[in-house]
């Protein structure tokens, strides 16, 4: 054989050998062979075969053969050898195996299910006679060797061929679910052309294993991570059959999915309707439910909340990004779940969430602080992506300054209330010839064109804000304990800086009045300056308290104005009501004036 052939070979034990000296007895060993088309079966199997042989005190194997176009025959042979390895352990051998686009089919992934589960040597388990001793302690000593897969992904494989094919990987997929002993912890399995039938088979399985194990126990193993992420056929039908095998289940105290991720499978009201009432049935069967990249609106979003504070649920995660359905209403019902301490940590990003939904995270964040919470609470909210701001588009055409931005915005704000106070007396016309916006090319230059000022709370980030935003000064008190933190994103939404100031104003209100101490992530808003990014997210003390102090002033001007305009409106309201009234019917009193003619 020439040189060429044997340097791919070369380099990876080069790699091996200088990890070595890096390895102890707590490390993990991991073997990356992804990507080496180039590389034969035989020497991916030799070389992952001396790579743990040489590692003989590790018993942890994370191996990667994704994209290296090892077929139904290579995928198997190489499990084949990892499963001979493990008979020369004295301790079971953990194995993550990866083996992602290897032109494996349906019947490819149905060998390797049934060499995990070993279906060959139960058949030859059965064949043991009782009477031979010898035999069953050979047998029990193979058992004890046998290799436990913690990790399988079989990610984007074609499993979508012939019904005979199909049938078999579908049995097969459902006794490995059954089988808590044998069934990966985390089986992921995206984008592999999987519809109703896989799910439907999942959930047998799910039946079969809980059934199986004594209602009073509880292991580790019963609970599944599942990931069927990049199945569009699986839709409302298969989260159906998926809910359904839940509430199948009699012990409704049992952990069934440690994580369940149905994201982009196409999957609506309905199938999140489903999933809902298996919460409500099994409030404890899903710790994290990803369901992201789907066409839930606010009634699939507002059925899983309501789900949760019904049955007074805590889901680990949730996580529905990228549903434009998903929109105030929705958003509102999500925030009163979190208000009484049923998700821990929500993903909302790049949905249709506005001002209202905004504010309602607010109010969630106070009531939950008002509870006193007796242990230390940490929440993770990201609303990223969400058209929060009124910068609704980014203008690379000027280059005028930022701050234009932020004096365009304020003057609004307060001209808007003006004119509405002068319109509910019918004086709507009073400055119709005096400006109290911003320049129309100014805004365009600055593309701060503001078409969301008609009420006080347009703004999602100032909604957010006025939920625990006084107009009271700030006190030199001390701030309360920190028992609730918050992580809150807010990334690319359109916020400019008069948002950004309000933020900062809601980080030290909530510190100091309510004991939150919470971060906010506000990167890849083009307008906020790097300094007001850093302010909020708690690394500029300096900078958070001088945009915290302008929206205060803000807030004292348009309060000013408000009070100006309520005055006018009083004042006009008396004029008017006083002019509907005839000279001769007012009641003046008379006076008897001499007046000197020769004045």
Request: charged content about 25%; proline content about 3%.
């Amino acid at each position: 054989m020439s040189l060429h052939q044997y340097f791919p070979k070369l380099i990876v034990y080069l790699l091996i050998f200088s990890s070595i000296p890096t390895i102890t007895y707590a490390d993990v060993l991991s073997i990356d062979l992804s990507y080496q088309q180039r590389l034969t079966n035989s020497v991916i199997q030799d070389t992952i075969k001396e790579t743990i042989e040489k590692n003989v005190w590790t018993n942890h194997v994370i191996i990667d053969i994704s994209f290296s176009e090892l077929g139904n025959d290579g995928s198997n042979d190489i499990m084949s050898a990892l499963f001979l390895l493990a008979n020369g352990k004295k301790a079971p051998l953990s194995l993550d195996i990866t083996t992602r686009m290897n032109r494996i089919t349906s019947k490819g992934a149905s060998d390797l299910i049934e060499q995990i589960l070993d279906i060959e040597r139960d058949e030859r388990k059965k064949m043991v006679s009782k009477d031979d001793k010898s035999a069953k302690e050979e047998k029990d000593e193979k058992l004890s060797a046998r290799p436990i897969v913690r990790l399988l992904d079989l990610s984007w494989n074609d499993f979508h061929v012939g019904a005979k094919e199909s049938k078999l990987f579908l049995s097969n997929l459902r006794k490995l679910i059954a089988n808590a002993s044998q069934c990966p912890a985390e089986l992921v399995l995206n984008r592999c052309s999987l519809g109703p039938a896989a799910c439907r088979a999942i959930g047998k399985g799910l039946m079969n294993r809980v059934s199986q194990k004594n209602q009073t126990e509880r292991f580790e193993t019963d609970n599944i991570s599942l990931c069927l992420r990049g199945n569009p056929e699986v839709g409302d039908a298969g989260a159906a059959a998926l809910a359904a095998a839940i509430r199948g289940t009699k012990d409704r105290e049992r952990v069934i999915f440690s994580t369940l991720d149905l994201s982009s499978c196409d999957v609506g009201d309905s199938g999140a309707e489903a999933l809902a009432l298996a919460l409500e049935s099994h409030p404890k069967s899903i710790k994290k439910l990803i369901l992201s990249n789907n066409r839930i609106s606010n009634t699939g979003a507002s059925s899983i909340a309501n789900s949760l504070i019904l049955t007074e649920t805590k889901i680990a995660y949730l996580e529905l990004d990228n549903n434009p359905g998903i929109g105030d209403h929705g958003a509102m019902a999500l925030a009163d779940a979190i208000g009484k301490g049923a998700v821990s940590s929500l993903s909302l990003r790049s949905c249709n969430v506005k001002a209202d939904g905004a504010k309602a995270f607010g109010e969630s964040l106070k009531l939950h602080a008002l509870q006193k919470p007796s242990a230390e609470i940490f929440l993770d909210i990201d609303l990223s992506g969400n058209p929060f701001g009124v910068l609704q588009k980014k203008k690379k055409e000027s280059l005028k300054s930022k701050a234009s931005a932020t004096t365009a915005s304020y003057i609004n704000f307060i001209g808007k209330h003006i004119k509405s106070g002068l319109k509910d007396v019918g004086l709507d016309n009073v400055l119709s010839h005096a400006s109290v916006e911003s320049d129309d090319e100014e805004e365009e230059g600055t593309g701060c064109k503001d078409e969301s000022f008609n009420e006080p709370a347009r703004c999602g980030a100032k909604a957010l804000a006025s939920a625990i935003v006084s107009n009271e000064a700030f006190t030199n008190s001390e701030p309360l304990s920190h028992a609730f933190r918050c992580n809150l994103g807010m990334r690319h939404c359109f916020l400019d800086q008069s948002a950004g100031d309000a933020l900062a104003a809601m980080v030290i209100h909530a510190k100091m009045k309510f004991g939150i101490d919470i971060r906010i992530d506000a990167e890849l808003n083009h307008v906020l300056e790097d300094d007001m990014v850093r302010a909020v997210l708690g690394s500029d003390e300096y900078t958070l308290e001088e945009m915290a102090d302008r929206h205060m002033e803000a807030l004292e001007a348009m309060q000013v104005a408000k009070d100006r305009a309520a005055h006018a409106s009083a004042a006009v309201a008396a004029r008017n009501d006083l002019s509907k009234w005839p000279d001769d019917e007012l009641d003046f009193p008379d006076y008897d004036v001499e007046i000197d003619e020769d004045y």
